[in-house]
C-alpha cells in the first residue's frame, strides 16, 4: 500500500496543534484544537485508505479508490460539524453567564482540597496545613470569587487613573507657573474659550 | 423474530422526531416518550425469550449483506441489557415526568427534554445491538450528543462548567475511538465485528496489541476506569436528578458493554487480562476511597459508581464463562440500584433542598418513604444479602476462586474491602440524612424557603409534599431491584448462558457471516 507522504505530514502537524490547543483553558482554543484534532482523523482515515484511484460505482477501470473509509469521513465530519455547532452555542452561553471562556476549577474539589467540607464542618482554620496549603486558598478565589477579581481589576484602574492624574498634573503644574510668569495673553491663550482663535498657534 | 430487532433503534429515533415537532404540547410528547419505550420494553423481553431460546438473530440492515452491509445482532447478552435498559429508561422518564409537573413548568417547560431524552434511548440501543465497529461509533455519538445536551439542560452556570469538562473527555475518547477504527481498517480491511475477529488473529503480535489497547482506553474512557474516570465526579452531580440518574445507569455500562465485546470477540486471547485486572483493583479502590471523603450525596454515588465499574472489569479480565457470566449479572445489578440511588437522592434533594449531609437531618420521621427508599439500594449496592448485589460479588469472588491466580485473590480481597467501604459511606449518610434528628445539625435551617427564593422551585415550600409520581417511579425501581434476587436464578442462567457464547468468538462469527445460529 502506498502512502502520501504530504498526507501523512499534514496529518501529524493537525494532530500536534490540535493537542497543544486542547490543553489549554480557554473554550474557544479548545474547540479550535478539537477541530483540528478531528480533522487530523478524518485524514488518518482517508491515509489508510489505500491509494487514489478511479470513482467507484462509477466505471470499469480499476484501480478504485476504496469507498468505505471516505463514507467513514463524510460521517465524522458531519458528526464534527454538530458537535462543534453545540461546543460554540456553549461557549456563547458561558460568555453571557461568566464573561469569561476559560474552564474553571472545580469549587467542590478546592473545597475537598481544603477540607472545609467534612462531615464534622470544621472551621477554615486547617487551610493552610492540607496538602493544597495556602494554594487552595488562591485558587479559590481566582477561580470562584468573581466580584473579588472585579474589586481587584476596579482598584487597579483607579490606581492607573490616579497616576495618571499625577503624571498630568506634574507636566501640567510647571507650565502653570510658567505661564504665571508670563505675560497675561499666554494665560489666556489656555483659556477654551479662546482656543478656536489661537488654535494655529498651538504646539 | 427479525422484524423486530431495528424496530428497536428505529422507534424511539421516530419518537424523538415527531415529539420535536410537537414542542409545543408537552402532554403529547410525554405520551409519546412513555409510549415509545413502553414499546421497547415490550419487544426486549420478546427478543429476550426467542433468543434464549432459539438462539441469537442477526438482522443485515438495508438487504445488504454480512461483510458490506450493517448488521444488527441481538444474542443473549445484548438482549438482556436492551429489556434491563428500556426498563430503567421508562422508569426514569416516569420520573422526570413527575418532576416536570410537581415544578409547574408545564408552561415553560424544556421543549427539547423528551426528544432528546428519545434520542439518548436511541443511542443506548443501538449500542448494543451494533454488530459493526463503526455503527457502535456512531450510535456512541448519538448517545454523546444526546448526553451533551441533557448534561447542560438549562444552561445555568454550574451545568455548563460541569458539562465543557465531559463534553470535552467525551470528544476526545471518540477521536481515539475513531482513530483506533481507522487503524484496524487499515490493518484488516473491514469493521464488521464478526469479520475483524477473523482477520485480527492473523496479523503479527504488535499491531494485535496497539488495536486493543486503543479501543480499550476509548471504551475506558466512557466507562470511567480509574486513570480515566476523573471526568464523572466531576461533572455528574449538577445535572437534573433523573439525567444524572440515567446516565450513572446506563452511560458507562455502554462503555463496559464494548469493553466486553472487545475482550470477548474482537481481542478473545487472554493477553491484557493481568492489566485489566490490576486496574479493576485500582479502579474499586480509588473510587471508593473518593466516595469516603464526600459530603455531598450526589458526589458520593458518583464516586461509587466510578468504584463498582471495578468489579464489572473484574469479570471480564479474569477471560472465564464464568466471570463473564458474573459481570453481565453485576452490570443487569449496577444498572438499576445505581439509578434507584440516584433518584432516590433526586427525592432527598427535593425533600430536603440540598444533598449536602451536613446540612440535612431528620428526615425520617419527615418522610420515612424516602428513607426505605433510600435504604434498600444503599444496602443491595453495600453487598448485604439477600439482595442483588451480594449475589453478584458472591458470582464474582466464585469464579475469581476458581481461577486461583495470585491476582484474582487480591481482587477477591480488595473486592470484600471496598464493599464494606461502599456500606460505610452509604450508610454513613444515610445516617446523617435520616437518622439523625434535624435539631443536631449544626446551625440547622430549613433550605427550602432559600430554594423557593431563589426560584428554582416554588412549590415546595406551601406544600413540601412529594408527587406520587416520583416516588412511584422510585418504588418501581426499587421493586425492579428487588426482583433481581428474587428471580436471581433464572436471571442468572441467562446471564451465564450469555457468559458461554461470548466466550467464544466462534459462536458470534458463524452466526453473522453465516445469518443461522447454532
Wanted: with cysteine; proline share 4%; aromatic share 8%.
Amino acid at each position: 500500500m502506498s502512502v502520501s507522504l504530504v498526507l501523512v505530514a499534514v496529518m501529524a502537524v493537525l494532530y500536534s496543534c490540535g493537542v497543544y490547543l486542547l490543553l489549554e483553558r480557554s473554550m474557544t482554543r479548545v474547540l479550535l484544537g478539537f477541530l483540528l484534532v478531528g480533522n487530523a482523523t478524518n485524514l488518518l482515515i482517508l491515509v489508510v485508505s489505500g491509494r487514489a484511484g478511479a470513482a467507484p460505482f462509477y466505471g470499469e477501470s480499476d484501480p478504485l479508490a476504496d469507498p468505505l473509509p471516505q463514507a467513514f469521513v463524510l460521517t465524522s465530519i458531519v458528526i464534527t460539524f454538530g458537535v462543534s455547532a453545540f461546543l460554540m452555542a456553549l461557549i456563547y452561553r458561558s460568555w453571557r453567564l461568566a464573561h469569561a471562556d476559560v474552564v474553571e476549577d472545580d469549587t467542590e474539589d478546592v473545597a475537598v482540597g481544603r477540607r472545609d467540607v467534612s462531615v464534622a464542618a470544621e472551621p477554615e482554620i486547617a487551610s493552610d496545613d492540607t496538602e493544597f496549603g495556602t494554594r487552595a486558598t488562591a485558587a479559590v478565589s481566582t477561580a470562584v470569587d468573581l466580584a473579588e477579581q472585579e474589586r481587584l481589576e476596579e482598584a487597579e484602574r483607579l490606581e492607573m487613573l490616579h497616576r495618571f492624574e499625577e503624571q498630568l498634573r506634574r507636566e501640567v503644574e510647571p507650565l502653570d507657573t510658567a505661564s504665571l510668569d508670563a505675560e497675561p495673553l499666554d494665560a489666556e491663550r489656555l483659556d477654551p474659550d479662546h482656543t478656536e482663535s489661537t488654535d494655529g498657534d498651538r504646539p | 423474530m427479525t422484524v423486530l430487532v431495528p424496530l428497536v433503534v428505529l422507534l424511539p429515533l421516530l419518537g424523538a422526531a415527531v415529539a420535536l415537532t410537537q414542542a409545543k404540547h408537552p402532554r403529547l410528547q410525554t405520551f409519546i416518550a412513555v409510549g415509545v419505550l413502553g414499546v421497547v420494553l415490550i419487544i426486549g423481553v420478546i427478543l429476550l425469550f426467542a433468543v434464549d431460546d432459539h438462539g441469537a438473530i442477526a438482522v443485515a440492515i438495508g438487504g445488504w449483506d454480512a461483510p458490506v452491509g450493517i448488521v444488527l445482532v441481538v444474542d443473549r447478552l445484548a438482549a438482556l441489557l436492551l429489556v434491563i435498559s428500556a426498563a430503567v429508561l421508562l422508569s426514569v422518564l416516569v420520573f422526570s415526568v413527575g418532576q416536570g409537573l410537581a415544578d409547574g413548568d408545564r408552561e415553560t417547560p424544556v421543549s427539547i427534554y423528551y426528544p432528546t431524552y428519545l434520542i439518548l434511548a436511541t443511542g443506548v440501543f443501538n449500542a448494543f445491538l451494533a454488530g459493526d465497529l463503526f455503527n457502535l461509533y456512531v450510535s456512541f455519538e448519538i448517545l454523546l450528543v444526546a448526553s451533551y445536551v441533557l448534561i447542560t439542560v438549562g444552561g445555568t452556570e454550574l451545568r455548563i462548567r460541569a458539562g465543557v469538562t465531559y463534553i470535552v473527555v467525551s470528544l476526545v475518547s471518540s477521536v481515539i475511538f475513531l482513530a483506533a477504527i481507522a487503524m484496524i481498517y487499515a490493518s484488516v480491511g473491514t469493521v464488521n465485528i464478526a469479520q475483524l475477529a477473523v482477520r485480527i488473529g492473523e496479523l503479527p503480535h504488535d499491531i494485535q496489541l496497539v488495536l486493543h489497547v486503543m479501543l480499550l482506553v476509548a471504551f475506558g474512557i466512557k466507562a470511567a476506569v480509574f486513570p480515566l474516570s476523573f471526568w464523572l465526579p466531576d461533572s455528574y452531580p449538577t445535572a437534573p436528578a433523573p439525567v444524572t440518574a440515567v446516565f450513572a445507569g446506563l452511560l458507562t455500562k455502554v462503555g463496559v458493554y464494548a469493553i466486553m465485546r472487545t475482550e470477548m470477540i474482537m481481542f478473545p486471547g487472554n493477553e491484557l487480562n493481568t492489566p485489566i485486572m490490576i486496574v479493576a483493583a485500582l479502579t474499586m479502590i480509588v473510587g471508593i476511597l473518593g466516595a469516603v471523603a464526600q459530603a455531598d450525596i450526589k458526589r458520593l454515588l458518583s464516586f461509587t459508581l466510578v468504584s463498582h465499574i471495578g468489579y464489572m472489569l473484574f469479570g471480564i479480565g479474569l477471560g472465564t464463562a464464568a466471570g463473564l457470566a458474573a459481570a453481565t449479572y453485576y452490570v443487569v445489578h449496577h444498572i438499576t440500584v445505581q439509578t434507584t440511588l440516584f433518584l432516590a437522592a433526586g427525592l432527598v434533594e427535593r425533600q430536603g433542598g440540598t444533598t449536602s449531609i451536613n446540612r440535612l437531618g431528620g428526615m425520617l420521621k419527615a418522610s420515612p418513604m424516602i428513607g426505605v427508599l433510600f435504604f434498600i439500594p444503599l444496602l443491595s449496592l453495600g453487598g448485604i444479602p439477600p439482595f442483588s448485589g451480594f449475589l453478584g460479588k458472591l458470582a464474582l469472588f466464585e469464579a475469581g476462586a476458581q481461577d486461583g491466580s495470585v491476582l484474582a485473590w487480591v481482587l477477591i480481597a480488595s473486592g470484600a474491602l471496598v464493599s464494606l467501604l461502599t456500606l460505610y459511606a452509604l450508610a454513613r449518610a444515610w445516617s446523617m440524612t435520616f437518622w439523625r434528628d434535624a435539631d443536631e445539625v449544626a446551625d440547622y435551617d430549613n433550605p427550602l424557603p432559600v430554594l423557593s427564593q431563589v426560584g428554582v422551585v416554588t412549590e415546595v415550600k406551601s406544600t413540601r409534599s412529594i408527587p406520587r409520581i416520583m416516588v412511584g417511579a422510585t418504588a418501581a425501581m426499587v421493586a425492579l431491584s428487588i426482583s433481581l434476587t428474587v428471580f436471581a436464578g433464572p436471571l442468572y442462567n441467562v446471564s451465564s448462558r450469555a457468559g458461554d457464547n461470548i466466550d467464544g468468538p466462534e459462536y458470534y462469527i458463524t452466526l453473522v457471516v453465516t445469518g443461522e445460529s447454532e
